[in-house]
């Protein structure tokens, strides 16, 4: 069992950073996959990124590949989700999760992770 809490979020203007924070809990974080996931306002929880359990394999969304960068700290039991020329469509909950399925390839629907953190608002004006 993991538990996931997530920090950093925020009221920035666009074009502004932030940096997620995720620290995880318990048993088997290390050897997890971890992912990110948002919710806007009306809309679905969608796929934001993913890394491997080792880190050295990492998954983006195209909405925000080459702004986002998700790393993760083993030692210290985090997960990051580093965003950067934010725009008011990234608005929105932003959650980490972790995959409890070892040793497969990263995914993206949000069915197939085990453990949720409670959300962390982002909202970016314009």
């Known amino acids: 069992q993991v538990q996931l809490v997530e920090s950093g979020g925020g009221l920035v203007q666009a074009g502004d950073s932030l940096r997620l924070s995720c620290a995880a809990s318990?048993?088997?974080?290390?050897?997890?996959?971890m992912g990110w996931f948002r919710q806007a306002p009306g809309k679905e929880r969608e796929f934001v990124a993913a890394?491997?359990?080792?880190?050295?394999?990492?998954l983006y969304a195209d909405s925000v590949k080459g702004r986002f960068t998700i790393s993760r700290d083993n030692a210290k039991n985090m997960v990051y989700l580093q965003m950067n020329s934010l725009k008011p469509e990234d608005t929105a909950v932003y959650y980490c999760?972790?995959?409890?399925?070892?040793?497969?390839?990263?995914?993206?629907?949000?069915?197939?992770?085990?453990?949720w953190g409670q959300g962390t608002q982002v909202t970016v004006s314009s």
């Open positions: 999760a972790a995959d409890k399925i070892l040793m497969r390839r990263l995914v993206t629907a949000d069915s197939e992770y085990n453990y």
């Open positions: 318990g048993r088997g974080f290390s050897v997890y996959n």
């Open positions: 890394s491997s359990w080792s880190g050295v394999s990492t």
